[in-house]
């Protein structure tokens, strides 16, 4: 059987093949285009739409009173998402909530969960971190009045490579352990495609004493993950990439129920982080919510949240076990045709262990030679080049096909053969 029709079999196979019909695909004149880069931003699903006319239309109608007689309404409607995206993270409702960006979800853990002292001040974070993880904690590293260069430590890839190993992990931890106040890590990391074990680093930085967190940029929606029982102290994570919510849309935080009543950890405040029975008795006393809910700061944008809705619901949909699978078969499916090409201009940086990886793979060019990707995207493949040297392509299991992976593996052979 030929690579082809092993594609168009397993296509045929496939139990979550009618998603791909629900999203909007970018196109030219010659029709859809190949997207592989569900890992930057999440193509639209169709039913967004609907979920935003509809607030429109019940703010057109209601307008202030929209908050308790919409369709949806809008003073309930980050609740409408906690469910369905503790089913994403696989943790307790109470757990997670759905609310500001990324990064500045992530100041307000840091100002919960990083407190240092005289001995035990460090920050350990994941080599080559994503840029604003490692701003944002600089700033509050310096914000404590502290010297990033002095304080913050860089786990290091293993000898001639891009890989971190968890022995790598635990030899860091036990020779810094006792000076680290937090540990954090990406997931999966937005370069090599790597992705961390959340319950050994866990297990590992709690031995040591340390609080931990994970940046679930890349994990969320793309992962199988069970964060209550793995037991982070918190996690961060955006929702345009894999969770299709649209560009720079909200975030979701998960804060461990351990914390959940512990109202004595240092916070940022606002007011819709009272308790939501006695919030617009607008009291000068602030009496925290439990769980992650107590974290709010602001009323929530309700349009962004129902393009969040839309999404979450295909998640509930389709069940993160079953994506998961998926996931794998088509990055196997992909790697294993990659493998095939054996050319010396490309090497796949991304773990071949399952285990160790989502959605993504990053092909590694020698010699950083962008032309590579410029043919690729000639080719009318959307795809990712990060620098210096690194092609970024993700098979998004919602509206990926394994032709498509099989259609990106032919035209990049094909470039590389007439490249020489």
Wanted: net charge negative.
């Amino acid at each position: 059987m030929s690579s082809l029709q092993e594609s168009i079999q397993k296509d045929q196979q496939d139990l979550l093949y009618h998603f791909r019909e629900q999203f909007y695909f970018p196109f030219d004149q010659e029709g859809s285009l190949y997207y592989f880069c569900g890992n930057s931003l999440g193509l639209q699903p169709r039913r967004t739409q609907d979920y935003v006319l509809q607030e429109l239309k019940d703010w057109s109608e209601f307008a202030v009173e929209g908050h308790t007689e919409a369709l949806r309404p809008w003073v309930h409607y980050h609740e409408f998402l906690t469910e369905p995206m503790a089913q994403v993270v696989g943790a307790l409702p109470h757990e997670v909530i759905v609310m500001n960006t990324l990064t500045v979800n992530l100041h307000l853990m840091m100002v919960s969960f990083y407190n240092p002292g005289k001995r035990r001040n460090k920050i350990l974070i994941e080599y080559s971190a994503f840029p604003s993880d490692r701003y944002a904690i600089e700033s509050q590293i310096r914000y404590h009045g502290l010297d990033p260069k002095e304080t913050l430590i860089v786990l290091q890839p293993n000898q001639d490579n891009d890989y971190v190993s968890i022995e790598n992990v635990s030899l860091t931890l036990e020779k810094y352990g006792e000076e680290i106040a937090l540990v954090l890590i990406g997931s999966v990391n937005y370069y090599t495609g790597q992705a961390y074990s959340i319950p050994q680093i866990t297990k590992l930085a709690h031995q040591y004493g340390c609080r931990i967190g994970f940046d679930l940029a890349h994990g969320a929606g793309n992962l199988l993950l069970n964060l209550h029982n793995d037991g982070p102290d918190f996690a961060v994570w955006c929702s345009y990439k894999y969770l299709n919510s649209g560009p720079g849309s909200l975030a979701g935080c998960f804060v461990h129920e351990r914390h959940a009543d512990n109202f004595d950890l240092p916070r940022f405040t606002g007011w819709w982080g009272h308790n939501k029975i006695d919030r617009f008795k607008m009291s000068a006393q602030l009496e925290l919510m439990r769980g992650a809910e107590g974290w709010q700061l602001s009323n929530p944008p309700i349009l962004p949240m129902a393009c969040m809705l839309a999404s979450l619901q295909m998640f509930s949909e389709a069940g993160m076990k079953n994506l998961r699978m998926k996931s794998l078969s088509l990055s196997r499916f992909l790697i294993q045709l990659l493998q095939s090409i054996n050319h010396s201009k490309i090497k796949i940086l991304t773990p071949i262990n399952d285990e160790e990886r989502g959605s993504q793979v990053s092909i590694q060019i020698q010699g950083g030679d962008k032309s590579i990707y410029t043919s690729l995207k000639h080719s009318r493949i959307i795809a990712d080049w990060r620098e210096p040297d690194v092609i970024r392509v993700a098979p998004v299991p919602l509206y990926n096909s394994f032709q498509d992976v099989f259609y990106l593996y032919d035209s990049l052979k094909s470039i590389l053969e007439k490249n020489g």
